[in-house]
C-alpha cells in the first residue's frame, strides 16, 4: 500500500508529471474504484487531462454491486465518456482494453492514414489514478508478466518504458499517480472503507459508523443475515452493540468492545463476507 504524503507542492507536480507524460500517449485510462467512483478520482482530473482521449476503467467490478456498476457505466455514457467495468487481479474485462483504446483514437488515425502513413504505430496509452486504485495490478495483467512496482512516490523518476499490449496497444509503464479528494469527509470514509487510505488515517471506530450508516439504509438484508440480526436499530451505538453480542466482542467488564465490532465490519466488508457493495450510486444521495 502507498504511503504518500500530499501537500500543495506534491499535487503540483504529480499533475506536472502526469501532463508531460500526456504529449507521449493517445489514450488516458482513468482507472476509478467501481464501488466509489466518484471519491476515487482526482478531483482535477478534467483539467488535468485537457482534450485527451480518454477511456474510464472501473476496477475492482469484482467488488461492486453489478447493477449500480450498471448506472455508473450509462451515467458516464451519458456524459459522452466510454466506461468499461473491469477486474485487473482475475483480468476480467481487461481484453476489451485495446480494442476500445483503438475505437476512442480512430479519428486521429484515419487522419494519420490520411496524410500517407500507411501502418499507423500502436496505440498509445496512460493509466492514471489515486494510490490504491489498482494500476499496478492493472499494468502487470496488461503486460502479462510482473512489472517491479516503482515510481509510486510522486518525483520518482526513470526512463519511461513502453509496454506492448498485443500488437494494437503499448502501455507507458509507469502509472499516473494523483490524489483524491481530501476535503470532504464523506470522500475518507469511502476511500477508507474501501480499503484505499490506510485505517490509521481516520478512526477505526468512525469509519464503521459510517459504514453501518450507510449498510443501513441500503443494504439492510445483509446485515441482517451477516450477523443474525432481528432487526436493525435505528440508534447506532445500538447497532454496534447487537453485532458486538452476537460476535461475543466483549470486554473484561462485559460491555461491548467497540473496537473489535469496528474491525469485524470493516475485515467483513473488505473480504466481501458481506457481498459485493458500491457505496456511490449515480442516482444515490449518501
Ligand atoms: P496502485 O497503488 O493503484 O498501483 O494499486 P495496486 O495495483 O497496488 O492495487 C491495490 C490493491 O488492490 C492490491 O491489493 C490489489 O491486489 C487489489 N486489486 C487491484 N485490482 C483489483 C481488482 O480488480 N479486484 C480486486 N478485488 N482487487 C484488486
Not at 500526456?22 to 467501481?34: G, P, Q, S, T, Y
Not at 520518482?156 to 470532504?184: N, R, S
Not at 441482517?224 to 432481528?230: E, G, P, V
Request: charged share 30%; proline share 5%; with cysteine.
Amino acid at each position: 500500500m502507498a504511503t504518500i504524503q500530499w501537500f500543495p507542492g506534491h499535487m503540483a507536480k504529480a499533475k506536472r508529471e502526469v501532463q508531460e507524460k500526456l504529449k507521449w500517449i493517445d489514450v488516458a485510462f482513468e482507472l476509478l474504484d467501481a464501488r466509489v467512483p466518484m471519491s476515487s478520482r482526482n478531483p482535477m482530473i478534467d483539467e488535468i487531462l485537457g482534450q485527451k482521449p480518454r477511456l474510464v476503467l472501473l476496477n475492482k467490478a469484482d467488488m461492486a454491486d453489478e447493477a449500480v456498476t450498471e448506472q455508473w457505466i450509462r451515467y458516464f455514457r451519458e456524459q459522452g465518456k466510454t466506461a468499461i467495468a473491469i477486474d485487473a487481479q482475475s483480468g476480467t474485462g481487461v481484453r476489451q482494453l485495446a480494442a476500445a483504446a483503438k475505437e476512442m483514437v480512430k479519428d486521429k488515425f484515419a487522419k494519420m492514414r490520411a496524410k500517407g502513413i500507411k501502418n499507423p504505430r500502436p496505440v498509445r496509452a496512460l493509466i492514471v489514478g489515486i494510490p490504491n486504485v489498482g494500476k499496478s495490478t492493472l499494468i502487470n495483467r496488461l503486460a502479462g508478466r510482473h512489472i517491479a512496482k516503482t515510481g509510486d512516490k510522486p518525483g520518482v523518476t526513470k526512463a519511461q518504458q513502453w509496454i506492448k499490449v498485443g500488437k494494437e496497444m503499448e502501455l507507458l509503464d509507469t502509472p499516473g499517480i494523483l490524489w483524491p479528494k481530501f476535503e470532504d469527509e464523506d470522500v475518507g470514509y469511502k476511500l477508507a472503507v474501501t480499503g484505499a487510505i490506510k485505517d490509521e488515517i481516520l478512526n477505526g471506530q468512525d469509519v464503521a459508523v459510517y459504514a453501518l450508516r450507510f449498510l443501513s439504509a441500503h443494504y439492510p438484508e445483509r446485515l441482517l443475515s451477516r450477523y443474525d440480526l432481528d432487526d436493525i436499530p435505528a440508534d447506532i451505538i445500538a447497532l454496534f452493540e447487537a453485532i458486538g453480542r452476537r460476535r461475543g466482542c466483549l470486554t473484561a467488564g462485559g460491555g461491548v468492545d467497540y473496537d473489535k465490532v469496528a474491525e469485524i465490519v470493516l475485515s467483513d466488508i473488505r473480504t466481501e463476507k458481506l457481498g459485493r457493495l458500491s457505496f456511490e450510486a449515480p442516482a444515490l444521495r449518501t
